[in-house]
Structures are given as C-alpha cells and as structure tokens.
C-alpha cells in the first residue's frame, strides 16, 4: 500500500471512515488499497456494530476528514 505524501495536497487521495470519521491516519493513493482497508473494517463491524457505515471518501485535503 503506498501511502499518500502530505507535501502534495492537490493530489486526490482515498480516506476510509467509519460514521464519517477516519478508520486510521492512512491517506491511500488508489482505490483498490482503500478499498482493502474498507474490506476489513466492515468485517470489523459486522461482528461488533452492524449500525456503522463503512465508507471511502475521495478528497484532495484529507486534513479536513477527521
């Protein structure tokens, strides 16, 4: 997984959260990685809290997500 470089911040890059906050630190540059993180939290929270909603957000300034 190739992890995003914080001295670009035009770059879109992909944040996974959960209930619309960050699952982790991790900005990912393709989707498919994001998509893996995604994969496990939703494993995750099948088993400890089906209510939560698993998501992936494309942004240019993953500052901003928290």
Not at 1 to 23: E, G, H, I, S, W
């Amino acid at each position: 997984m190739k992890k995003y470089n914080n001295n670009d911040p035009l770059t879109d890059v992909y944040v996974v959260t959960r209930d619309r906050r960050r699952t982790s630190d991790k900005n990912f540059t393709h989707e498919i990685d994001a998509k893996k993180e995604a994969q496990y939290w939703i494993g995750i929270c099948k088993q400890h809290d089906p209510a939560s909603k698993v998501s992936i957000v494309k942004t240019n300034k993953p500052r901003k997500i928290r």
